[in-house]
């Protein structure tokens, strides 16, 4: 297979207002939500450094300073810790603001997912690059971006993460018609549709939050008209690129059968901090312990 450039580019969306998460994110991004004790936006951001994509762009709106505050240094803080000779804490701290080479740029308006992505256009320039959204955490055990960006290297064109959900979900994530390759854990995507009705699915593959895309996306963008929610959505974008290759390659689907936490959603957003609490080991011994004394006691 033709060998194609080597992607070193991240572009994270965080421009939501978050408002399943009020009164909570009325003063605080939803970005910065903590995961047990790391904001869930580390987690995206280790996620992309892991895939070899240190030059992160994140897309960011009013109200979301401590973002760029997070990935910054602290000096005074870090001066505290290191006069209290706390070196555990002082590496933490230092951690975040070590992980990559951080870009920020503020969206404005908005204007959907598909309009996000466009603001990264001056950064990203011609090269392909990966989107990843930051209610999806992945396992660092399940590395699906690295899988993806490897199949974008081998193949070209544009790489959608998918994942297999009941027919009765389908109606919450954009769906991909598919056929099968070589490969078992890769699909050529043949069409998109954002947020079907259940009888009107292609399939039952969803579109979950992580893309590599070919730079042809934002001259695609730049032209789509907004769709569903009255927003420019990039699952329309994709869909002139699965219909027509030669505009910037070919789409791919990469089906992830790994751990994924959702933080968009309130219930999703507690069982994933009770899943990451139970498998840490310097909390997950005891808090295993008290939570099935909870559950006893609770049935």
């Not at 951080?102 to 997912?113: A, C, E, N, S, T």
């Amino acid at each position: 297979m033709t060998q194609h450039p080597r992607i070193s580019k991240a572009v994270i969306p965080a421009a939501g207002l978050g408002t399943r998460f009020l009164p909570a994110t009325k003063a605080t991004p939803k970005e910065m939500l903590p995961v047990v004790d790391k904001p869930a936006i580390q987690y995206v951001v280790e996620e992309a450094v892991a895939a070899g994509l240190d030059d992160v762009l994140m897309v960011t709106g009013r109200n979301k300073r401590p973002l760029e505050d997070h990935f910054d240094r602290n000096y005074e803080l870090e001066s505290a810790l290191q006069k209290k000779g706390d070196a555990g804490r002082l590496a933490k701290v230092q951690e975040s603001s070590d992980l990559a080479t951080m870009h920020y740029v503020r969206q404005g308006d908005p204007k959907g997912l598909g309009h996000a992505v466009l603001c990264a256009a001056p950064h990203v320039g011609e090269e392909p690059f990966a989107v990843l959204l930051g209610d999806d955490l992945i396992d660092p055990r399940d590395p699906l971006l690295q899988r993806m960006v490897e199949v974008q290297e081998q193949r070209g064109g544009s790489v959608i993460a998918l994942m297999e959900v009941a027919p009765e979900q389908i109606h919450l994530y954009g769906c991909a018609a598919v056929e099968t390759t070589e490969d078992s854990d890769v699909v050529r995507v043949s069409g998109l549709v954002e947020k079907p009705d259940p009888a009107d699915a292609p399939s039952n593959y969803a579109i979950i939050g992580r893309y590599v895309l070919d730079p042809h996306i934002f001259e695609i963008l730049r032209r789509t008209e907004p769709g569903r929610g009255g927003e420019i959505q990039l699952t329309d974008a994709l869909q002139q690129l699965a219909e027509d290759e030669k505009i910037g390659g070919p789409v791919h689907g990469v089906v992830f059968k790994g751990r994924r936490y959702d933080t968009g959603d309130r219930g999703d957003y507690l069982r994933a901090i009770v899943r990451l609490a139970c498998e840490r080991e310097d909390l997950g011994p005891d808090f295993r312990t008290w939570l099935r004394s909870y559950v006893a006691e609770e049935m």
